[in-house]
C-alpha cells in the first residue's frame, strides 16, 4: 500500500563509486521530482519529470543523471560520487492540474540516506 | 522569485504548551499554494495541510490550527497542547508555477519534553 516507495533506504559507498536509487509511485501521478536535504535539513529541489519528459533541472553536476521509464518510476543514477554527496535523497510525485488545483499536493517517499566515504 | 522564511530555527516547549511556527512567503503570483509537512525524527515527510491564495480561510484539525493571512504574506502553524509526539521538524513549503516546484523553507525543530 506504499504511496511512494524508495530503495535502497541507506547507501554507503566510497568516493569514486557510481550507484543509483529507485523510486516507484502507486499514486496514478504523472509527475515525480527528486529532492535533495542536506545536512542542515534544508530541502532543495533536484529535478521533476512529468509523463517521462524533464521539465525542472536545478543546477546540478553532470554527474547526477535523472531517468524515468514511465510515469510511476523516476531514478536517480549519480556517477563519480563525492563526499559532499552525501544527503538524504526524497523522491515525491504530484499530479499536476495546468492551472492549480486540489491535486498539486506532492507526497514524499521515505528518503535515501546516502554517506559517501 | 519566490521565498518562505521560517525565522524560527528551534522551539523548545513543555508538554500541553502550545507552539506556533511562523512562515512568511514571498511572490508576485496571485495564484499559489502553501503547504506545511512535519519531519519526525524518522525522517519521513509528512503532508499536513495545503491552502490555495483565493481561501483564506483558517484550518483546525485536531490540535492543529494553520492562520493564513494575505496581507501579512503568512501561514502560521498553531499546535496547541503540544505532546511528545510532536516534535519533529516542520516545513512550510510554496508552490506557484505549474510544474510542481516547491519552495520550502529552512524549516523549525520541534522540541517537546515531558
Known amino acids: 500500500d506504499t504511496a511512494v516507495s524508495q530503495t535502497p533506504k541507506y547507501l554507503v559507498t566510497q568516493m569514486g563509486n557510481d550507484k543509483s536509487i529507485k523510486c516507484e509511485q502507486n499514486?496514478?501521478?504523472?509527475?515525480m521530482y527528486w529532492y535533495k536535504q542536506d545536512s542542515k535539513k534544508f530541502l532543495k529541489i533536484m529535478f521533476s519529470?512529468?509523463?517521462?519528459?524533464?521539465?525542472i533541472n536545478e543546477t546540478v553536476p553532470n554527474r547526477f543523471s535523472p531517468k524515468s521509464p514511465d510515469k510511476a518510476h523516476l531514478n536517480l543514477h549519480i556517477n563519480s560520487l563525492e563526499l559532499g554527496d552525501s544527503a538524504v535523497y526524497f523522491c515525491a510525485s504530484s499530479q499536476v492540474v495546468l492551472g492549480g488545483g486540489d491535486q498539486e499536493t506532492q507526497y514524499f517517499g521515505p528518503g535515501t540516506r546516502l554517506l559517501v566515504l | 522569485a519566490q521565498k518562505v522564511t521560517q525565522a524560527q530555527t528551534e522551539i523548545s516547549v513543555v508538554e500541553k504548551e502550545d507552539v506556533t511556527l511562523d512562515c512568511v512567503y514571498e511572490t508576485r503570483d496571485t495564484t499559489y499554494y502553501l503547504f506545511w509537512y512535519k519531519q519526525p525524527p524518522s525522517g519521513e515527510l509528512v503532508f499536513l495541510i495545503r491552502?490555495?491564495?483565493?481561501?483564506?480561510q483558517n484550518e483546525i484539525s485536531g490540535r492543529y490550527s494553520w492562520n493564513f493571512q494575505k496581507s501579512t504574506s503568512s501561514f502560521n502553524f498553531t499546535i496547541t497542547a503540544s505532546q511528545v509526539v510532536d516534535s519533529a521538524v516542520y516545513f512550510c513549503?510554496?508552490?506557484?508555477?505549474?510544474?510542481?516546484?516547491?519552495?520550502f523553507g529552512a524549516g523549525t525543530q520541534v522540541v517537546v519534553t515531558p
Open positions: 499514486l496514478g501521478h504523472d509527475t
Open positions: 513549503a510554496l508552490k506557484t508555477d505549474s510544474w510542481g516546484k516547491f519552495q
Open positions: 519529470y512529468n509523463n517521462k519528459e524533464l521539465i
Open positions: 491552502r490555495n491564495s483565493f481561501d483564506e
